[in-house]
């Protein structure tokens, strides 16, 4: 798998998550990518968001998660 950032968080995550997909199967990106993101992240996981119920960190993961389903619908034209 190649990946071509084009938009990413500020703190420099989305850059680090997406060097870990080079090489990894098409079908475990969204889950990766979640992940991986939270590694990188610079957000204080202790900051809880009373308005989202999680903390920057996991609000992170699940939003580059939803973004790489987007993007990987969008390529299979769905």
């Known amino acids: 798998m190649e990946v071509t950032v084009v938009r990413g ?4 995550a989305t850059w680090d998550a997406a060097k870990k997909l080079v090489g990894s199967p098409v079908d475990e990106a969204e889950r990766i990518i979640g992940l991986e993101v939270q590694y990188f992240c610079s957000a204080n996981p202790a900051g809880w968001d009373p308005i989202y119920g999680q903390s920057p960190v996991h609000f992170a993961g699940k939003i580059h998660s939803k973004a790489m389903k987007d993007a990987l619908a969008r390529l299979a034209g769905i």
């Open 9 to 12: 968080a500020p703190c420099g």
